[in-house]
C-alpha cells in the first residue's frame, strides 16, 4: 500500500490567489512526521514545512500552512498569495516513528504547480 | 557553510560499470541519506547511516553498496551499472535534534 499519496498530478493556480496541495498518508504508528519539498525546475529539494504527529497546532512558514487531520490522515499543504517562482514540483513526505529508530522516509509521487501571471 | 555537497554532478556510464558517487557535509549532520529519483517520481531511499560506521538499507538497495567513512562523507558505489539505475540520485543529512533533512543538489546518471 502506498504510505503516502498525493492525487493531483498537476494543479494550476492565479497569481496572487491561495492554491491548496493534498496529501494523504498511512500509517499505524503514534509518532511521525510529515514534510513538504519543493523541487523547482533547476532540480533541487528544498525544504518548506514540517509538522509533528503529536504537534497541536497546524505547522506555518511565511506564506506556507500545513492543514494537518489526524484524524482523517491529511497533510494538506497551503500557499497563500501565489507567486510565479512558486512554480514548481511539491513532494509529500512522511517519517513513521522517531529518528533514531527509524530512518526511513516515505515521499508521494508530486504534484507538478504552475502559477499563471 | 557548503551545506551537503555531491560530486559530480552528471555522469555517464556504460552497462557494467562502476563509480562511486560522493557526498560530503559540513552541517555537524548524524545521519545521511542516498535517494534516488526517477522522472516523474518521488524519491526512493537506497541506503542511509544513522551514526558514522553504521548503514542500514532502505526500500531501494539491490545494486548498490554504501560506505560511510567519517561523519561528514557517505558514498554510494554501482558495482556493475545497469540501465535500470538511470536516476537522479541525491544525498541528504540530518542534524539531531532538528527534524528535517537537508538535501544535496543530486547527481544525474545515465547507465547505457
Known amino acids: 500500500a502506498q504510505k503516502i499519496t498525493q492525487t493531483q498530478p498537476g494543479m494550476f493556480v492565479q497569481e496572487k490567489e491561495a492554491v491548496t496541495l493534498d496529501c494523504t498518508y498511512d500509517?499505524?504508528?503514534?509518532?511521525?512526521?510529515l514534510f513538504w519539498y519543493k523541487q523547482p525546475s533547476s532540480g533541487e529539494m528544498i525544504f518548506l514545512i514540517y509538522?509533528?504527529?503529536?504537534?497541536?497546532q497546524n505547522a506555518t512558514e511565511g506564506r506556507y500552512s500545513l492543514n494537518f487531520q489526524k484524524a482523517r490522515k491529511s497533510a494538506n499543504l497551503v500557499i497563500s498569495a501565489s507567486q510565479l517562482g512558486d512554480s514548481a514540483m511539491y513532494f509529500c513526505?512522511?517519517?513513521?516513528?522517531?529518528?533514531?529508530?527509524?530512518?526511513?522516509?516515505?515521499f508521494g509521487a508530486g504534484t507538478r504547480l504552475t502559477v499563471k501571471p | 557553510n557548503a551545506g551537503v555537497t555531491q560530486t559530480p554532478k552528471f555522469q555517464v556510464l556504460k552497462t557494467g560499470q562502476s563509480m562511486t558517487l560522493q557526498c560530503a557535509q559540513d552541517?555537524?549532520?548524524?545521519?545521511m541519506y542516498w535517494y534516488r529519483q526517477d522522472p516523474g517520481m518521488g524519491l526512493r531511499l537506497i541506503y542511509y547511516?544513522?551514526?558514522?560506521?553504521?548503514?542500514d538499507k532502505g526500500e531501494v538497495p539491490n545494486g548498490y553498496n554504501v560506505s560511510r567513512l567519517n561523519k561528514r562523507e557517505f558514498s554510494l558505489r554501482l558495482e556493475s551499472a545497469a540501465p535500470s539505475q538511470t536516476s537522479v540520485y541525491f544525498c541528504?543529512?540530518?542534524?539531531?535534534?532538528?527534524?528535517?533533512?537537508?538535501f544535496g543538489p543530486g547527481t544525474r546518471l545515465t547507465v547505457l
Open positions: 513526505a512522511m517519517r513513521e516513528g522517531l529518528w533514531g529508530n527509524n530512518n526511513d522516509m516515505r
Open positions: 500509517t499505524s504508528d503514534q509518532s511521525y512526521g
Open positions: 509538522q509533528g504527529s503529536y504537534d497541536e
Open positions: 552541517m555537524n549532520h548524524n545521519s
Open positions: 547511516s544513522a551514526s558514522e560506521g553504521t548503514t
Open positions: 541528504a543529512g540530518l542534524r539531531v535534534g532538528k527534524d528535517t533533512q537537508y
